[in-house]
């Protein structure tokens, strides 16, 4: 008789783990949602490890590191063959990049959770929950690094995104997907291109985000440099630009030692050095997001200032993991 998958079950809190409280709000659990004795019968055995509970919004690098650090031991474990982290989706993209950052390993992360709580019509966080395990147990999804899935479908943490606040589908984009689950279990069509990953560190909680608007002065970034931000993300326009006065805050800062970073508030396309604020960034050594969002952005260059590195070492370490990866025969 052949031996079932073992997974590692991680209850991380979110929507999928929550309750609703006396006026019907949802919140989060105090204790565990004991999320394998609510599945169906499945073809696996699970290990379930609770390292949250609460509401993801709430979460903060002790929380997610804890995760991380959880997960870690499913590699070094012969008899798993992935981890499963139910976890809240509005922090869910950060925590599972996060998790890729620092996750070298072959066997898989899958993150997944729900956008409609237990008892709710219409609740997808078991079917979401099935999905993950499916891919989780599968030999062939080896190698993929951390993912997210959801409705049916698997995305590389480093490109899935929440654009959806309550419908069912809520991560994308779609074309970045690069599998889906459906009644004939996993169908994986690419494996990501993975970077080395980072040697575990405490992360910066300093670096800050700051978001453009129409109008949008240099003052936020001098306050965020007075108040100690160690490292800056500029989510700006089009494709990384910033108003004239915003460059010269973010010069100013550079001055004081800050580490920066530029990003777009645009969904695709990325960002490059293509106008003049853009090109001038560039010659700043601001760190180019590329197809990373500003959040994501902030965390690569939080993990590259982590164990106490100047700005001028994280700034290599984060243009060196934003290189292209080689291509894999």
């Not at 565990?32 to 609510?38: E, H, I, T, V």
């Not at 073809?43 to 804890?66: C, K, N, W």
């Not at 997960?71 to 989706?89: C, I, K, S």
């Not at 700051?210 to 965020?224: F, H, P, Q, R, V």
Request: aromatic share 4%.
């Amino acid at each position: 008789m052949t031996a079932k998958p073992q997974v590692l079950l991680i209850d991380a809190g979110g929507t999928i783990a929550s309750v609703p409280d006396g006026r019907g709000v949802l919140v989060g659990r105090a204790g565990s949602a004991g999320l394998a004795a609510a599945l169906p019968p499945v073809p696996y055995t699970l290990v379930e490890r609770q390292a949250y509970a609460g509401l993801s919004e709430d979460m903060g690098f002790a929380d997610a590191l804890r995760i991380i650090d959880l997960a870690a031991t499913a590699e070094g474990d012969t008899g798993l063959t992935g981890t499963v982290v139910a976890h809240g989706t509005d922090t869910m993209e950060d925590v599972a990049f996060l998790t890729d950052l620092f996750h070298g390993g072959a066997k898989p992360v899958v993150f997944t959770g729900a956008q409609r709580a237990p008892g709710a019509p219409g609740s997808d966080g078991m079917a979401n929950l099935l999905d993950a395990l499916a891919v989780a147990a599968d030999p062939a999804s080896r190698g993929i690094g951390s993912v997210i899935v959801f409705g049916g479908r698997i995305l590389p943490a480093p490109h899935a995104l929440k654009l959806d606040s309550s419908g069912p589908e809520a991560f994308g984009p779609h074309s970045a997907a690069i599998g889906r689950v459906d009644d004939r279990g996993m169908q994986l069509e690419l494996l990501p291109r993975r970077r080395p990953a980072f040697a575990r560190v405490q992360p910066d909680a300093t670096v800050a985000v700051a978001s453009l608007a129409l109008g949008s002065t240099g003052k936020l970034i001098d306050l965020l440099v007075d108040g100690g931000a160690r490292g800056i993300v500029v989510q700006g326009f089009g494709r990384g630009n910033v108003p004239a006065a915003v460059l010269f805050a973010m010069q100013r800062a550079k001055a004081a030692g800050v580490l920066l970073g530029i990003a777009t508030h645009c969904i695709g396309g990325g960002t490059a050095p293509s106008y003049a604020s853009g090109a001038a960034l560039a010659d700043l050594g601001a760190v180019p997001a590329g197809l990373l969002s500003a959040r994501k952005l902030r965390l690569l260059l939080a993990v590259a200032l982590g164990d106490g590195r100047d700005a001028a070492e994280a700034g290599r370490l984060a243009q060196g993991w934003l290189a292209p990866p080689p291509l894999t025969r």
